[in-house]
């Protein structure tokens, strides 16, 4: 006893650390294998099971488990490697071979168990329809390829279930329609090989043995034709093609799920033909590698496994009453209770490629919150801890695809993250995660309404205009951030006019921060700010022009570019042919743009082009007089000499008069200003953006 502990021990190893973790493991299967000599029974077969179980193992965390009950376990061979895993086991199985159920009976797993001296496994005779253990007992419930067996597979997972504790998982390895049509070839070359071994004992004038109880199958020539074309169906169908349409990963999920009581963990397949092949191959040279390399055997357990193989799928559940996730606070517990149970709630899963932290996202679930009692979950394809620390109290989960290097390589995951949160809606935003958002709605056959939300202009490169049209052919709602850009999204797909709306965007000047976060501006003159990346569209070079004209009039005018780009190294060179290093100021990347907007006496936006233009808002709500291009949203943001001022793009002598005439008459720019205030509030401010996105939410499912 006092060994198999230490064993146990063993396996609490940290997760980062797989290579650890591994070498443990392996040295527990040594151990195995030194008192095995029921391992003659089928000594290939234990080999696949090992890579199965460290598949298994990896994907789904099975240490710290007091009890664990094993369903249909056949031979034995899980059992010993759970038997380290826990203080107790408990395998279940029939007491006597079945044909039709394909069980060995409980004798060669009790044969089995005590080969190898474990005493903390109780072996029990029982069917998976009648569990004759008591509700909540257990901390882990597993099963592999038993359900396809089971006659009545609804009462056994209602089994299942109800013998899982609060806390605890149910594991259900079963098999996908792939594996069943891999079976296929397979059979029919065993059939042929039985039919030469037949007809070479009746020509020698020798009677074939008797078949042994339980091993499945008959040996007899005649009764060969009764299997022949389809091979042997298991115990809960009628035929072969039955069972083939019963395999899929869709009805295992709904078989597991159906009750409403128990949620979706994850689900792991892959369906993808080459994966058979591969699997087979892989396993058989891991066999054919039995102790001459161990770390060969751990790379090719990786490479096919159950995870991977696409012969399997595994179907980890737990009770709903959990949660979706581990949230932060009593608060985010109480959220998700009334969220889970009021029943027109509604699960919506916003979807980016956000990474740092952010203010726009930040003040939007904060009203979401606040006003809403829909579950909202945050995925981004890109690593987001920061991103996440900052949201994780507003939202019921975060999820990223950090360990993807290629986009195209999180389609699984993203599948995957469909099929468990099984949303009523997807909000992507930006065109590359809709396109991505798309395609997992389509491999995961999700139902889930799509709303591709653009955050830009137009659509430019062949490769980029093919993910829009993915993504705006399964969108059910096409929102552009302003009424200019969604005229440019019916330009780009006419077809989905009936689709296309825009919703402004908001945001919140944070006046708790002060300024001592943003850089001390010169004391002297005007000072101008410009907030924009370094990026040839924003107007960078029309600014320049401008405030050399402005100098004439106004020497001690300054301007700064707060932001950073490709056109940094450029422009500084410009500014230094040009005698203005004193008069231009690069600043770089500020946090604290609301500690910039208190030091200047106005902010220019001379884009090019600009989808809507969230600086706009941002100078407004600090009541700073805006003058920026007539192009795109800023149109819609600025009402021209009432709440700001607008100029031709590409025109520096208008903006140079116009920054002219306002430096020189503050009364009228404080006036501006204080309209564009008075808009902003009644506009632009994220409340008012969170209540938009909600009123669409509302048109799209019902619910607010």
Request: hydrophobic fraction near 40%.
């Amino acid at each position: 006893m006092q060994e198999s502990s230490t064993l146990r021990e063993t396996l609490v190893v940290d997760q980062a650390a797989p290579d650890e973790f591994e070498k443990r493991f392996l040295e527990i299967r040594r151990e195995v294998e030194s008192k095995l000599s029921a391992s003659e029974l089928w000594p290939h077969y234990f080999e696949i099971r090992h890579l199965d179980f460290l598949a298994l193992y990896r994907s789904v965390p099975l240490t710290g488990c007091a009890r664990i009950l094993e369903i249909g376990c056949g031979i034995g061979y899980w059992t010993a490697f759970l038997s380290k895993l826990a203080d107790e086991v408990v395998a279940v199985d029939l007491v006597n071979a079945d044909r039709d159920t394909h069980s060995p009976g409980l004798r060669i797993a009790d044969d089995f168990v005590k080969s190898l001296g474990i005493d903390n496994v109780t072996l029990c005779g029982a069917s998976a329809e009648q569990l004759p253990f008591a509700d909540k007992s257990f901390d882990l419930v597993i099963s592999n390829h038993v359900l396809e067996h089971v006659p009545d597979r609804s009462r056994a997972v209602r089994e299942m279930h109800r013998v899982l504790s609060p806390g605890g998982r149910n594991v259900c390895v079963v098999p996908t329609r792939i594996d069943r049509l891999v079976t296929l070839p397979w059979y029919h070359a065993y059939l042929a090989k039985r039919a030469v071994v037949h007809i070479g004992r009746w020509l020698s004038g020798s009677r074939p043995p008797a078949s042994p109880p339980g091993t499945g199958g008959s040996t007899s020539g005649l009764s060969m034709l009764d299997e022949w074309p389809w091979p042997p169906t298991h115990g809960a169908f009628r035929n072969y093609l039955d069972e083939l349409r019963s395999w899929s990963c869709v009805r295992w999920r709904r078989l597991v799920t159906g009750d409403g009581e128990h949620q979706l963990l994850s689900q792991s397949s892959t369906m993808l033909i080459p994966f058979p092949l591969i699997d087979i191959l892989s396993r058989s040279i891991a066999v054919f590698l039995h102790r001459r390399s161990l770390n060969a055997q751990v790379f090719l357990g990786r490479l096919a496994g159950v995870r991977g193989a696409g012969l399997n799928t595994v179907v980890v559940t737990r009770p709903r009453e959990t949660g979706l996730s581990t949230p932060t606070s009593a608060r985010s517990l109480s959220r998700q209770a009334n969220k889970i149970s009021s029943t027109s709630a509604k699960r919506i899963l916003h979807f980016m490629e956000q990474s740092g932290t952010s203010r726009y996202y930040d003040k939007l679930f904060r009203h979401f919150e606040k006003h809403s009692r829909n579950e909202f979950h945050v995925a981004s394809l890109r690593p987001a801890e920061a991103f996440f620390s900052q949201i994780r109290m507003h939202v019921s989960e975060t999820s990223s695809f950090e360990r993807h290097s290629r986009y195209y390589t999180a389609l699984r995951e993203m599948s995957s993250l469909l099929r468990r949160t099984r949303p009523d809606l997807l909000h992507a935003h930006e065109l590359i995660p809709a396109f991505y958002a798309a395609l997992a709605l389509i491999l995961s056959r999700s139902p889930a309404k799509l709303v591709y939300h653009r955050h830009h202009n137009r659509t430019l490169g062949m490769k980029l205009k093919f993910f829009d049209l993915i993504a705006s052919m399964r969108a059910t709602k096409i929102v552009a951030v302003s009424k200019a850009m969604s005229e440019v999204a019916v330009v780009e797909h006419p077809y989905a006019r009936n689709k296309v709306t825009f919703l402004h965007n908001g945001i919140d000047v944070d006046h708790d921060i002060q300024g001592s976060g943003a850089p001390e501006l010169p004391d002297q003159g005007a000072r101008i700010l410009l907030v924009a990346r370094l990026r040839p569209e924003k107007g960078h070079y029309v600014a320049l022009n401008a405030i050399e004209r402005v100098q004439a009039r106004l020497p001690k005018t300054t301007i700064a570019f707060a932001g950073t780009g490709a056109l940094e190294a450029e422009l500084r060179q410009e500014v230094t042919s040009r005698n203005l290093t004193k008069t231009v100021l690069f600043l770089g990347h500020v946090d604290d743009v609301a500690g910039l907007l208190r030091q200047v006496e106005m902010v220019i936006v001379p884009s090019l082009s600009e989808p809507f233009g969230l600086v706009a808002i941002e100078a407004m709500a600090a009541e700073r007089l805006v003058i920026a291009s007539r192009v795109g949203g800023l149109e819609e943001i600025i009402e021209h000499g009432r709440s700001g001022v607008l100029v031709k793009p590409s025109d520096p002598e208008e903006l140079a008069a116009q920054i002219s005439y306002y430096l020189e008459n503050p009364d009228e720019r404080r006036c501006l200003a204080a309209n564009g205030y008075q808009r902003y509030l009644e506009r632009f401010t994220s409340e008012k953006m969170a209540r938009n996105y909600l009123a669409l939410y509302e048109d799209m499912l019902g619910v607010a």
